[in-house]
T-cell receptor, first 115, second 114 residues
Framework: GAGVSQSPRYKVAKRGQDVALRCDPI?????LFWYQQALGQGPEFLTY????????KSGLPSDRFFAERPEGSVSTLKIQRTQQEDSAVYLC?????????????FGPGTRLTVL | AQTVTQSQPEMSVQEAETVTLSCTYD???????LFWYKQPPSRQMILVIR??????QNATENRFSVNFQKAAKSFSLKISDSQLGDAAMYFC???????????FGAGTRLTVKP
């Protein structure tokens, strides 16, 4: 596609439910990042993939958060046993290594609301 | 740790006028990049302009330019001839050299008055 896409755009979950958020990066982009953006704040790094390898997961706030990218393209961020503090917009960004360096292209985000 | 500070939570500008958004950052690295991203209400983050730390010349993209003061660790964004479509949240971001995560400021909400 032309840009990074994310689905669903909106997700409402009851506390304790598991959720899965999907990111489709720009075709050919090797690197993929996940960020969490709380209301009124800037995005904060969660985790980073290069192809299928998760190279950095230092930003994941707890072991309830899990991300995967098994074939090096689509990525899924999973949150188990959701809590109210997980409510945020989750942004995905991809990077083409070899093109304009260090420019991340963002998707529209998934707004997660935990009730 | 690297931190990015945007000291102006909100700014407003009259259409066709010029506005400057402030950003300071803290780092001990010598190889890094700085960015300004725009986030309209639809939430899609759009790259406005980027600056490589090793370049002394300030980056310019049409009506957008930066004032990069490396010694002062300052990276302000100037928007000339402001347009209604410039209204958005603007985020300043820092990234170490290499393919690393970005650190964002808290953002500045820009309002453009007709």
């Amino acid at each position: 596609g032309a840009g990074v896409s994310q689905s669903p755009r909106y997700k409402v979950a009851k506390r304790g439910q598991d959720v899965a958020l999907r990111c489709d990066p720009i075709s050919g982009h090797v690197s993929l990042f996940w960020y969490q953006q709380a209301l009124g704040q800037g995005p904060e790094f969660l985790t980073y993939f290069q192809n299928e390898a998760q190279l950095d997961k230092s930003g994941l706030p707890s072991d309830r958060f899990f991300a995967e990218r098994p074939e090096g393209s689509v990525s899924t961020l999973k949150i188990q046993r959701t809590q109210q503090e997980d409510s945020a917009v989750y942004l995905c960004a991809s990077v083409f290594i070899g093109g304009t360096p260090d420019t991340q292209y963002f998707g529209p985000g998934t707004r997660l609301t935990v009730l | 740790a690297q931190t990015v500070t945007q000291s102006q939570p909100e700014m407003s500008v009259q259409e066709a006028e010029t506005v400057t958004l402030s950003c300071t950052y803290d780092t001990s690295e010598s190889d890094y990049y700085l960015f300004w991203y725009k986030q309209p209400p639809s939430r899609q983050m759009i790259l406005v302009i980027r600056q490589e730390a090793y370049k002394q010349q300030n980056a310019t993209e049409n009506r957008f330019s930066v004032n990069f003061q490396k010694a002062a660790k300052s990276f302000s964004l100037k928007i000339s001839d402001s347009q209604l479509g410039d209204a958005a949240m603007y985020f300043c971001a820092y990234r170490r050299g290499g393919n690393n995560d970005m650190r964002f400021g808290a953002g500045t909400r820009l309002t453009v008055k007709p």
